[in-house]
């Protein structure tokens, strides 16, 4: 009896264990995701972007570029394209908000810097192809 009790304590842990982890796991992993645009790129432009990126807003005066469309975000800035679908890390877009640019032009410009989340989300659906799902 001792030794059924004894046995059966960590076999209920492992069970519990193994499904927490199966329920966690989607959030540990958004790499196994597909991104969307619209639910998982759009939202972070429209809160921490587009009051500057849009026509008589600072952002789009200086650089021109309109960050309240896919069509807008594909089309760059003055000076060409800041995605490059397929390839996150040669992308303009991802360099300035993850920093790796002249101080400048880190954006968004002059405020908190995006969550390694949002970064993350970016980056994500830019090596997925970037498209407008
Ligand atoms: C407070 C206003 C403001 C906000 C918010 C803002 N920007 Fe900008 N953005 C600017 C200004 C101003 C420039 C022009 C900077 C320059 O050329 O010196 C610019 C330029 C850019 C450029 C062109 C950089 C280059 O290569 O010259 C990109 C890309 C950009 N912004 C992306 C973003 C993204 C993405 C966000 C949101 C995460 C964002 N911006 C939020 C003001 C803003």
Same mark, same amino acid.
């Given at each position: 009896?001792?030794?059924?009790?004894?046995?059966?304590?960590?076999? $209920?842990?492992?069970?519990l264990? *193994?499904?927490?982890?199966?329920?966690?796991? &989607? %959030?540990? =992993? &958004?790499?196994?995701? $597909?991104?969307?645009?619209?639910e998982d790129v759009?939202? /972070?432009? %429209?809160?921490?972007?587009? #009051?500057?990126?849009?026509?008589?807003?600072?952002?789009?005066q200086?650089s *021109?570029? #309109?960050?309240? !469309?896919?069509?807008?975000?594909?089309?760059?800035?003055k000076? *060409?394209?800041?995605?490059?679908?397929?390839? $996150?890390?040669?992308?303009?877009l991802? $360099?300035? /908000? #993850?920093?790796? !640019?002249d101080r400048? /032009?880190?954006?968004?410009?002059?405020?908190?810097?995006?969550?390694?989340?949002?970064?993350?989300?970016?980056?994500?659906? /830019?090596?997925? *192809? =970037?498209?407008?799902?």
């Amino acid at each position: 009896m001792l030794y059924r009790c004894h046995f059966r304590l960590p076999l $209920a842990l492992g069970f519990l264990g *193994g499904l927490l982890f199966a329920v966690m796991w &989607p %959030q540990a =992993a &958004p790499a196994q995701q $597909a991104l969307s645009f619209k639910e998982d790129v759009f939202p /972070i432009l %429209q809160i921490r972007c587009v #009051d500057c990126h849009q026509p008589g807003g600072k952002g789009y005066q200086e650089s *021109g570029l #309109d960050l309240q !469309t896919y069509e807008g975000l594909m089309k760059g800035t003055k000076h *060409g394209a800041i995605v490059v679908a397929g390839s $996150a890390f040669t992308s303009n877009l991802v $360099a300035v /908000i #993850d920093r790796r !640019t002249d101080r400048k /032009i880190w954006m968004p410009h002059g405020k908190k810097k995006l969550s390694k989340c949002e970064r993350q989300s970016i980056r994500f659906w /830019i090596n997925q *192809g =970037a498209r407008n799902n």
